[in-house]
């Protein structure tokens, strides 16, 4: 039986996957103002993070409106509780791409540090996480869902990596210091990121099997710092 | 049926395999089903499930009419009576087991007769007694303090709302186990209905309930189990937070959904 209330869970998926395209927009192209050194670039993407911020609040509402006059149960009121949890990871992925831009605005103020390897290829890794789960959750995939949470590992793995160049960097010569410390932020960031997209993952596994997995197990190899 | 870990409660009364006809008609078809003490069992499903049938044969209402049937067993403990056995007496069975009905169904009488009623049948005569038994019963229905300066009023002339808490306590007054509800806020007003929903919840620190309803968010705010039934037979019995949110079977889902049909 199609139910009325069928369209606004599908109005509701909709608007999540518009604002997770955004999301990855704003990220993608934060990771190009880093990689081309492009303030202007950079000044944008800070701009359009009110754009998430709107989009959050907006799905909040709607769930919230679901939820007091719909009264969801079982996998209906799983997807909508999924929904809103799921608006608040991407709006922090959102406000950490901002984050990273505030940290290319400074960056540009002085010479390049180093060729810039480790932190694309985590970026990279980090969207096709991000891209990953977002697909898990349109097309109810647990096991996709699964995947992108162990691919958690390798972001954090090339995170060690960076820290370590890093801080061979400052010890060899403090005037490196500064930069190498924003990069190591923008190397957290983008850590940070693949955590929220393994959040999200966890998320689908909630929604699609009602399992909680989050907390199950202490990740293992997370980066100190 | 899936299963369900309950060691922490203790059975009060148990159906196992329990069918019911209607004459030739089968209504409840193998139906085993739990209920535990000092918990609130509901019973959700569409029209015609059998809900109310099975609500039925715990208080022996369908030996009221001639040609109805039950095979198997439902038991009532600790003494493990079989209370749809043919040689147990209704009355008994009544006098353990209470039931509220969706339309409030006072008698024509006062107030303090209504309550007082079961404890007659029962031989109690002593006024002092009596007084005792309907105070106690009138209290612990949330209606005493309405109804203490008037008791010799009629109970006609009562809320609907109120009147409805009369009945629980007329069904209370013989102290029950086991207390049956075949949707007791169906003729009743938001506020009335929250009022019985809280009754429900306080009397489920000393009886068993069974509630039968069409309501889910009253199922799902007043009960500690949910069994599902559908054309007779048993779907699921679970936990209510686990009924709602997660339910084993795709039936279950269907209907606590709103997608049955």
């Given at each position: 039986m199609q139910r009325h209330i069928d369209q606004e869970f599908s109005d509701l998926k909709d608007r999540l996957l518009q604002m997770g395209a955004l999301v990855e927009e704003q990220i993608d192209r934060a990771i190009t103002a880093m990689i081309e050194r492009d303030a202007v670039l950079a000044g944008e993407v800070i701009e359009r993070d009110m754009l998430v911020n709107r989009f959050d609040v907006e799905i909040d509402e709607t769930c919230i409106r679901l939820l007091a006059l719909q009264a969801p149960a079982a996998k209906d009121l799983r997807f909508v509780t999924t929904a809103m949890k799921i608006s608040t990871e991407l709006e922090r992925m959102s406000d950490l791409a901002e984050n990273i831009c505030e940290r290319v605005i400074e960056l540009n103020e002085e010479p390049q540090l180093k060729p810039y390897i480790d932190l694309p290829r985590m970026a990279a890794w980090t969207m096709k996480m991000v891209h990953e789960t977002l697909d898990a959750f349109v097309r109810q995939d647990a096991a996709l869902a699964r995947k992108v949470c162990a691919d958690d590992d390798f972001v954090d793995n090339l995170t060690h990596q960076l820290f370590r160049e890093l801080v061979s960097f400052m010890i060899e010569n403090p005037a490196t210091i500064t930069r190498a410390i924003r990069l190591t932020f923008i190397g957290k960031y983008i850590e940070r990121i693949a955590d929220h997209a393994t959040n999200i993952g966890e998320l689908v596994i909630y929604m699609v099997e009602g399992k909680i997995v989050r907390h199950m197990t202490p990740p293992a190899t997370s980066p100190t710092l | 049926m899936k299963a369900l870990d309950v060691s922490q409660t203790v059975l009060k009364a148990e159906s196992q395999g329990l069918n019911f006809f209607y004459g030739q008609a089968q209504a409840l078809h193998g139906l085993s089903l739990p209920v535990y003490d000092r918990c609130v069992t509901a019973l959700i499903g569409p029209s015609g499930c059998g809900k109310t049938t099975y609500l039925r044969c715990f208080n022996r209402m369908h030996d009221l009419y001639p040609g109805n049937r039950y095979e198997g067993e439902v038991i009532l403990y600790p003494d493990r009576v079989n209370i749809v056995g043919p040689e147990v007496d209704p009355i008994e069975v009544r006098m353990r087991i209470g039931m509220v009905f969706q339309k409030p169904n006072p008698f024509p009488k006062s107030i303090y007769e209504n309550v007082a009623y079961g404890m007659r049948i029962r031989g109690v005569s002593s006024k002092a007694d009596l007084d005792m038994v309907v105070e106690r019963a009138l209290q612990e229905a949330a209606l005493w303090g309405e109804v203490k300066d008037r008791l010799q009023a009629s109970a006609m002339n009562l809320s609907g709302g109120q009147q409805q808490r009369l009945c629980i306590a007329r069904a209370l007054a013989t102290s029950p186990e086991l207390l049956l509800f075949d949707e007791p806020t169906s003729a009743l007003d938001p506020t009335a209905t929250s009022r019985i929903e809280e009754l429900v919840t306080e009397l489920k620190q000393k009886v068993a309930i069974v509630i039968v309803t069409h309501n889910m968010q009253q199922a799902a705010r007043v009960s500690d189990h949910t069994a599902f039934m559908y054309e007779g037979r048993l779907v699921e019995f679970n936990r209510t937070e686990k009924m709602f949110?997660?339910?084993?079977?795709k039936l279950t889902e269907d209907y606590v959904t709103g997608r049955f049909g």
């Amino acid at each position: 039986m199609q139910r009325h209330i069928d369209q606004e869970f599908s109005d509701l998926k909709d608007r999540l996957l518009q604002m997770g395209a955004l999301v990855e927009e704003q990220i993608d192209r934060a990771i190009t103002a880093m990689i081309e050194r492009d303030a202007v670039l950079a000044g944008e993407v800070i701009e359009r993070d009110m754009l998430v911020n709107r989009f959050d609040v907006e799905i909040d509402e709607t769930c919230i409106r679901l939820l007091a006059l719909q009264a969801p149960a079982a996998k209906d009121l799983r997807f909508v509780t999924t929904a809103m949890k799921i608006s608040t990871e991407l709006e922090r992925m959102s406000d950490l791409a901002e984050n990273i831009c505030e940290r290319v605005i400074e960056l540009n103020e002085e010479p390049q540090l180093k060729p810039y390897i480790d932190l694309p290829r985590m970026a990279a890794w980090t969207m096709k996480m991000v891209h990953e789960t977002l697909d898990a959750f349109v097309r109810q995939d647990a096991a996709l869902a699964r995947k992108v949470c162990a691919d958690d590992d390798f972001v954090d793995n090339l995170t060690h990596q960076l820290f370590r160049e890093l801080v061979s960097f400052m010890i060899e010569n403090p005037a490196t210091i500064t930069r190498a410390i924003r990069l190591t932020f923008i190397g957290k960031y983008i850590e940070r990121i693949a955590d929220h997209a393994t959040n999200i993952g966890e998320l689908v596994i909630y929604m699609v099997e009602g399992k909680i997995v989050r907390h199950m197990t202490p990740p293992a190899t997370s980066p100190t710092l | 049926m899936k299963a369900l870990d309950v060691s922490q409660t203790v059975l009060k009364a148990e159906s196992q395999g329990l069918n019911f006809f209607y004459g030739q008609a089968q209504a409840l078809h193998g139906l085993s089903l739990p209920v535990y003490d000092r918990c609130v069992t509901a019973l959700i499903g569409p029209s015609g499930c059998g809900k109310t049938t099975y609500l039925r044969c715990f208080n022996r209402m369908h030996d009221l009419y001639p040609g109805n049937r039950y095979e198997g067993e439902v038991i009532l403990y600790p003494d493990r009576v079989n209370i749809v056995g043919p040689e147990v007496d209704p009355i008994e069975v009544r006098m353990r087991i209470g039931m509220v009905f969706q339309k409030p169904n006072p008698f024509p009488k006062s107030i303090y007769e209504n309550v007082a009623y079961g404890m007659r049948i029962r031989g109690v005569s002593s006024k002092a007694d009596l007084d005792m038994v309907v105070e106690r019963a009138l209290q612990e229905a949330a209606l005493w303090g309405e109804v203490k300066d008037r008791l010799q009023a009629s109970a006609m002339n009562l809320s609907g709302g109120q009147q409805q808490r009369l009945c629980i306590a007329r069904a209370l007054a013989t102290s029950p186990e086991l207390l049956l509800f075949d949707e007791p806020t169906s003729a009743l007003d938001p506020t009335a209905t929250s009022r019985i929903e809280e009754l429900v919840t306080e009397l489920k620190q000393k009886v068993a309930i069974v509630i039968v309803t069409h309501n889910m968010q009253q199922a799902a705010r007043v009960s500690d189990h949910t069994a599902f039934m559908y054309e007779g037979r048993l779907v699921e019995f679970n936990r209510t937070e686990k009924m709602f949110t997660n339910p084993s079977v795709k039936l279950t889902e269907d209907y606590v959904t709103g997608r049955f049909g």
